[in-house]
């Protein structure tokens, strides 16, 4: 081993605290803050939807925090950063649009749904649940962005390494080959107001969380809205950022420790960063079980005095600002306007009203313009869903062929010849059976004696209820009239259905209405375009049990 990995290993953040538990922190980070985002768009709406979504921004931040510890790593400066973030944003924009179907509760589009996204293809995206998850989605890929590019920026690189653990002479010698200065402190500072900016917001949507919003609608004064309790969600998200920012300070703060040990030449004894880790955690540790176990309000005496102190502070200030409003609306009256007195002016005539023009005198109405064809509007959103595909697919492909994620492509080859195989045997399959049906149906049917004729249709093997409203209909009425025939009210072939209505009503007079309504029916079925609902069909198929059940009385007493 030589003495650039050494110094690289004694100066350098751990593997571990570097590589799992640094990027952990900075998720807790995010994740904390759009949680309470997330709670209050739940307060709002009443829907548990916003809570779920905290997984997803979990998701994005880590996977935000490695790409961006990968694309920066210097072995990747010929990456086009550019387009790499263009097809990892990519990436994300679908993996949010298939994580909002699963869970807001509305699940794989169905083939209605499908269609409507061909037709439309703004609907695809206009949907509320989206729309707000792809805001969070974004600003919490660029708080991870920032946070992970400022903790790559303040580990040591391995030129930095090796420049500062050579002597002072062959230091000189290699002084174009520098590298470039990076203030760390500065980087510390900026993490800081970061982490304090996410936490006053953090805060305030705790506090705003607490707001009864029932009671908002009947108080006049603001301070006297009723509060409910803190949620455990943000409480746990609370002492999470907090701890999670804390552990990243002192991380960047031995960062910068670390690099001016380098830089100083001073020899780094190997338990300080031990020490250093054990101790943070212990401090940390410590300081979540206290907070744990702190009471939440303003339970505390030094509460109620802070409590105390505000409301006052806050009451003078309104009872002056009423002082000078009152002496600023005085001092405008002094410049009022008196207008003199005198006689009351004339009144206002009553306008006449205008006269109408005739009809025949106005403008003709211009005619609409024609509706745009729906030919031309499904090829623009095919051709719009082609384009918004071609531009997905190839995001993807090139995010995971920087990441060095390559397609087995003898393998893939292999599984398209067994394809084509498959679908060569079943066309050949198919044009078989096609061939023996055209065969068979070119021979000559055999007649059959007419003794085996039987000209009755199999009524017995109709399934009524998989027949469409129409055809039920038409069927109940068919079965009506086969059966009269059978029991010797026959219909002529002369005969109209409303004729032989008039005979059916003859010979069951008590069932006059049910005829009426069952031929009335079947005229509407045979003849009209309109369509035939379903409860049409039921009430008809009530009428057509209770006329057949009549029938086949009368046919049983006339056998009889």
């Known amino acids: 081993m030589n003495k650039t990995s050494l110094s690289l290993s004694e100066y350098a953040t751990g593997v571990w605290a570097g590589r799992v538990l640094q990027p952990i922190a900075m998720t807790v980070l995010v994740t904390a803050v759009f949680l309470g985002l997330s709670t209050i768009a739940e307060i709002i709406t009443g829907d548990t939807y916003w809570?779920?979504?905290?997984?997803?921004?979990?998701?994005?931040?880590?996977?935000?925090?490695?790409?961006?510890?990968?694309?920066?790593?210097?072995?990747?400066?010929?990456?086009?950063?550019?387009?790499?973030?263009?097809?990892e944003f990519g990436l994300l924009f679908l993996i949010t649009r298939i994580f909002v179907w699963f869970a807001s509760g509305q699940g794989i589009p169905t083939v209605d749904d499908f269609r409507l996204y061909l037709r439309e293809p703004l609907s695809f995206f206009s949907e509320s649940h989206f729309i707000f998850t792809m805001l969070f989605v974004l600003a919490a890929w660029q708080f991870a962005v920032k946070q992970a590019s400022i903790f790559r920026q303040l580990a040591i690189s391995p030129e930095e390494a090796r420049y500062y653990s050579l002597p002072a002479y062959e230091r000189s010698l290699e002084y174009n080959d520098k590298p470039i200065l990076v203030k760390r402190s500065t980087l510390v500072k900026a993490f800081f107001r970061q982490w304090l900016w996410g936490g006053i917001v953090l805060v305030f949507i705790a506090s705003m969380s607490t707001l009864e919003l029932a009671s908002l609608s009947h108080t006049a004064h603001p301070w006297n809205v009723a509060r409910l309790g803190l949620r455990p969600s943000l409480l746990g998200a609370l002492i999470s950022y907090f701890l999670a920012g804390l552990w990243l300070l002192s991380q960047g703060r031995m960062q910068v420790m670390n690099a001016r040990w380098l830089f100083d030449g001073?020899?780094?004894?190997?338990?300080?960063?031990?020490?250093?880790?054990?101790?943070?955690?212990?401090?940390?540790?410590?300081?979540?079980?206290?907070?744990?176990?702190?009471?939440?309000?303003?339970?505390?005496?030094?509460?109620?005095?802070?409590?105390?102190?505000?409301?006052?502070?806050?009451?003078v200030g309104y009872i002056l600002y009423y002082l000078f409003s009152l002496l600023f609306l005085a001092f405008l009256s002094l410049f009022r306007s008196h207008a003199p007195t005198g006689p009351a002016p004339p009144p206002t005539p009553t306008p006449l009203p205008t006269p109408a023009l005739p009809q025949d005198l106005l403008p003709q109405q211009s005619q609409q313009l024609a509706p745009p064809s729906e030919t031309a509007a499904l090829l623009m959103s095919s051709y719009i869903w082609t384009l918004a595909i071609f531009l997905v697919v190839t995001a993807v492909l090139y995010f995971l062929r920087e990441r060095d994620v390559t397609v087995n492509k003898a393998a893939l080859r292999q599984w398209w010849q067994r394809a084509l195989i498959w679908l060569r045997q079943l066309w050949q399959s198919a044009a078989s059976e096609i061939n023996d049906l055209r065969q068979s149906l070119r021979r000559p049917t055999p007649k059959l004696p007419e003794a085996e004729q039987d000209p009755r249709p199999s009524w017995q093997f109709v399934r009524v209820n998989g027949l469409p409203p129409r055809e039920q209909v038409r069927y109940f009425y068919l079965s009506v009239v086969r059966r009269a025939g059978e029991t010797g009210v026959p219909r002529q072939k002369s005969e109209t259905p409303l004729e032989y209505a008039t005979n059916l009503k003859e010979r069951w007079p008590e069932h006059e209405h049910e005829l009426e309504d069952l031929t009335q029916a079947f005229l509407a079925a045979r003849y009209s375009a309109h369509p035939i609902e379903k409860s049409m069909a039921n009430t008809i198929k009530n009428s057509w049990k209770r006329i057949s059940h009549k029938i086949r009385h009368s046919k049983n007493a006339k056998d009889n």
């Open 266 to 315: 001073v020899q780094k004894e190997t338990q300080i960063r031990q020490q250093w880790q054990r101790n943070s955690l212990i401090v940390l540790l410590v300081m979540a079980l206290i907070a744990a176990f702190l009471p939440i309000g303003s339970t505390l005496p030094i509460s109620r005095i802070l409590q105390l102190v505000v409301g006052a502070i806050l009451y």
């Open 51 to 87: 809570t779920r979504s905290s997984l997803l921004i979990s998701f994005v931040a880590l996977e935000t925090i490695y790409t961006t510890f990968w694309i920066e790593h210097p072995r990747r400066r010929l990456v086009a950063r550019n387009q790499y973030r263009l097809a």
